[in-house]
C-alpha cells in the first residue's frame, strides 16, 4: 500500500501513507495478539494496560462477523493506539446520550450493531483510537495509489463511521478540514 500524498493529522500520527510505515508503527506498539472476551460482549477487541500494555486481544465477535480486510485494519490499528501508556492509554470518552447522528437515527457500531449512547466509545480528539482510525482509513481513501476502489470505497465508509465518534465539534471540524488536504 502506497501514496504519495497524506494530510497533516495523518504524517503527525503515522507519516506517510505507506505500508512499511503502519507496519512499523503497529510492531512498535503491539508485541503480542490474543484472544479474550475483553469482559464486554459487544467488544471486538482490547488492551488491558494493567496486564500487558503492549497485547492486544481480539475477540469472537472479530471473527464472527463478516467485515471488509481494511475494516479489520481499522481494529487492530485501533487497539494499537491504546497501547501507548504514556497518553494514558487514549482512554475513550463516553458518547453523548442520546447519541443521534446526522441523519437523526441512534448511532450504532458499525460492528455489532450495539447502540453507543452512553457507552465508552467516542473520543474528544483526532489524536485518540477513533480519531486516529478515522484519519488513517480516510487517508487510504483518498490518496493510496496502489489500493483498488473497493478498498478506498471501504476506508471511506469505516473513516466515516469512525470520525462520527469523535464528538468534540472542535476535533471533528479539525478532522474534517484536514481531510481536504
Sequence with gaps: MSGSKASPLHKQIFGAVD???????????????????????????????????????????????????????????????????????????SCPSPFVGSDGREVRSIWTGAALAGEAACDKTPFGSYGSSAIMLKNISNHCETCNGKVRQDASLYAEDQLGRVTDATAHRQMVEDFKL
Design 19 to 93: 505500508g512499511s510505515t503502519y507496519e512499523r508503527f503497529f510492531k512498535s506498539r503491539v508485541t503480542a495478539v490474543g484472544m479474550s472476551g475483553c469482559g464486554d460482549g459487544n467488544a471486538v477487541a482490547c488492551v488491558m494496560p494493567f496486564w500487558d500494555p503492549s497485547k492486544m486481544w481480539l475477540t469472537q465477535n472479530y471473527i464472527r462477523f463478516s467485515h471488509p480486510q481494511i475494516s479489520r485494519l481499522m481494529v487492530v490499528f485501533h487497539e494499537a493506539r491504546h497501547t501507548e501508556s504514556g497518553r494514558g492509554n487514549w482512554s475513550h470518552a
